[in-house]
């Protein structure tokens, strides 16, 4: 199963989170701004470490960072 972290209003977010739904993947979606600080503050560190600076974040069990064409 995948964390997916993402954000209101974000289109490239909407289309993830169709396109894991559609190819039957499972995933848990949040969304950034919803989530305490501390862990905002987790994967805001996670995504940089990892050279990732855009949402969404497709998060596997390992705490890799993936892309869309990853994953699918």
């Known amino acids: 199963m995948y964390l997916l972290i993402g954000k209101n209003n974000c289109s490239a977010c909407t289309m993830v989170k169709t396109v894991l739904?559609?190819?039957?993947?499972?995933?848990?979606?949040?969304?950034?701004?919803?989530?305490?600080?501390?862990?905002?503050?987790?994967y805001i560190n996670l995504a940089q470490e990892q050279s990732r600076v855009s949402l969404p974040l497709i998060i596997n069990d390992d705490n890799k960072i993936l892309t869309l064409q990853e994953v699918i």
């Open 21 to 42: 739904k559609n190819k039957g993947i499972e995933f848990e979606y949040k969304t950034l701004e919803d989530l305490p600080q501390e862990e905002q503050d987790k």
